[in-house]
């Protein structure tokens, strides 16, 4: 399979880049460096740890992610990579997923390992209640940064110019880690001609645009398998059925494919 030719070489590519190396490395000091916080400061219970470590992953996990894909083609493009290896029997599909899963192994393995290591540390620290449900947490740790690495290949497959690029990564960013909550809460207000109180009782089809957040999709998820304080409004009584935990892993998936689809469509029948 050629895509799978071109994912191996991502990875080693990537996997000797000095950046990819502090990245992965900062990021497993913060997860493991939790266990060593919240050992001080924390409920010494096995959920309360999962979900300051899910605080931890929703913030970090996606400027890893964008960091270490969002110039994956057009650097390729740059430097004439990318004509050679397309003058070779590879199609732009196969550059395309290969790319996408190359990165994605870079961005989530390491960060996998690195929670499950944490996981037995904060497992033995803590008390092992619910310890059994740490791999469904790292499933959706897995969907979580995965959805971030098909935003950002999507985003360098879609256009070579650079200064577009960056500007998409990082308001990709803040829009959808930082923003996202804000945006919601200023359009349901307008809409209801400025009456703050639709922000106590959020309609219910209100509830489905927020958990078009990745991160309020990942903590949707995280609450289905632990009992702990993230994702309330879409437990609380009388809660829609569309704001379930399967709904959260559809908006994930949907995450991943859209802006990889997006992408393609523009780098297929783009000039080289």
Request: charged share 15%; proline share 4%; hydrophobic share 55%.
């Amino acid at each position: 399979m050629s895509w799978r030719t071109l994912a191996a070489k991502d990875v080693r590519d990537a996997g000797r880049s000095k950046i990819t190396v502090l990245l992965t490395a900062l990021s497993g000091v913060l997860y493991l460096g939790t266990v060593v916080v919240h050992d001080y400061i924390g409920d010494p219970s096995f959920p309360a740890f999962v979900e300051a470590l899910a605080g931890v992953v929703a913030v970090v996990l996606p400027a890893v992610a964008i960091l270490l894909a969002y110039k994956s083609v057009v650097d390729e493009r740059e430097s004439g990579a990318l004509s050679l290896t397309l003058s070779m029997p590879h199609s732009r599909k196969d550059v395309a997923l290969g790319t996408f899963v190359g990165r994605t192994v870079v961005t989530v393995v390491p960060t996998l390992a690195a929670l499950a290591v944490a996981g037995v540390v904060g497992a033995v620290r803590f008390d092992t209640a619910g310890a059994l449900w740490f791999p469904w947490f790292l499933l959706a740790t897995a969907l979580y940064g995965t959805a971030f690495v098909g935003i950002a290949v999507g985003l360098s497959l879609s256009t070579t110019v650079d200064r577009w690029i960056t500007v998409g990564g990082l308001g990709g960013y803040l829009l959808l880690v930082s923003f996202w909550d804000s945006l919601h809460s200023l359009v349901l207000v307008v809409l209801h001609r400025f009456d703050l109180r639709v922000l106590r009782d959020v309609p219910d089809w209100a509830l489905f645009f927020r958990l078009l957040q990745p991160s309020e999709s990942y903590d949707r998820l995280v609450r289905s398998g632990f009992d702990v304080d993230l994702a309330g409004l879409y437990v609380a009584d009388g809660a829609p059925v569309y704001v379930g935990w399967w709904a959260a892993l559809l908006v994930l998936c949907l995450w991943i494919l859209a802006p990889l689809a997006v992408g393609y469509r523009r780098f297929r029948t783009a000039d080289l």
